[in-house]
């Protein structure tokens, strides 16, 4: 079982930036990606960004891409999120989440169904 803790959410201003931090711990050598996803009232849950493991595949979503950057130090069981530029759409509940599944070339990486474990979630409040 794998257990995921988020960090780093908060409040800023647009065109401010942030960092999350995904801390996993229990059978992390069975995870073989980690996403980000995101929730805002009224919506579904969307994929934001995604690495596998072993940094071969990163995903983002078209709404982020060149924004936010996914990565990782494994050393640490740790993912992060690099967001920067952000608008107030960004706004929302960003949740980490662990897939053990292979990543395969042909199924994308930021789909939801590919995620099993997931953590609490962390706010992210921009304002305009």
């Known amino acids: 079982q794998v257990h995921l803790v988020e960090s780093g959410g908060g409040s800023v201003q647009a065109g401010g930036s942030l960092r999350l931090s995904c801390a996993a711990s229990?059978?992390?050598?069975?995870?073989?990606?980690t996403g980000w996803f995101r929730q805002s009232p009224g919506k579904e849950r969307e994929g934001v960004a995604a690495?596998?493991?072993?940094?071969?595949?990163?995903s983002y979503a078209e709404s982020v891409n060149g924004r936010f950057t996914i990565s990782q130090d494994n050393a640490k069981n740790t993912v992060y999120l690099q967001m920067s530029s952000l608008k107030p759409e960004d706004t929302g509940t960003y949740y980490c989440?662990?897939?053990?599944?292979?990543?395969?070339?042909?199924?994308?990486?930021?789909?939801?169904?590919?995620?099993?474990?997931w953590g609490q979630g962390t706010q992210v409040t921009v304002s305009s």
């Open positions: 989440a662990a897939g053990a599944a292979d990543v395969m070339w042909w199924r994308p990486i930021l789909q939801i169904d590919q995620y099993d474990s």
């Open positions: 229990g059978d992390t050598a069975s995870i073989k990606k």
């Open positions: 690495i596998s493991t072993d940094g071969d595949t990163t």
